[in-house]
């Protein structure tokens, strides 16, 4: 029903760039929120950026001044600057889209398969 699609990920050096991007797609009618998460080998999950649908953005404190996240043009596409990158910036980097297929509750969460990013020298 929903698509979720990743790319711009790779390998960059310490204290390079990358920018990721994320569209979903498919049966939407509204979006609350969407959010790029990452997980590294032997770890959990966790937040990386979130941006709701009024703009509100919230970060994680290990990448506050580092990384921004925005939305584009069209309905459905976020993007997450990421700079200064460290290495242990590397992980795979998840987008999360939260939808209503109607407009109003109940809210599904869809996630995309990810993105690896390799922060090495």
């Known amino acids: 029903q929903v698509q979720v699609v990743e790319s711009g990920g790779g390998l960059v050096q310490p204290g390079g760039s990358l920018r990721l991007s994320c569209v979903a797609s498919g049966r939407i009618v509204s979006i609350d929120a969407m959010g790029w998460y990452r997980q590294a080998p032997g770890k959990q999950r966790e937040l990386v950026a979130r941006i709701t649908h009024d703009d509100i953005t919230n970060y994680s404190d290990f990448v506050k001044g580092r990384f921004t996240i925005a939305k584009g043009n069209t309905k459905g596409t976020v993007y997450l600057q990421m700079n200064s990158l460290k290495p242990e910036d590397t992980a795979v980097y998840y987008c999360?889209?939260?939808?209503?297929?109607?407009?109003?509750?109940?809210?599904?969460?869809?996630w995309g398969q990810g993105t690896q990013v390799t922060v090495s020298s």
């Open positions: 999360n889209a939260v939808v209503s297929h109607t407009g109003w509750a109940p809210w599904y969460d869809y």
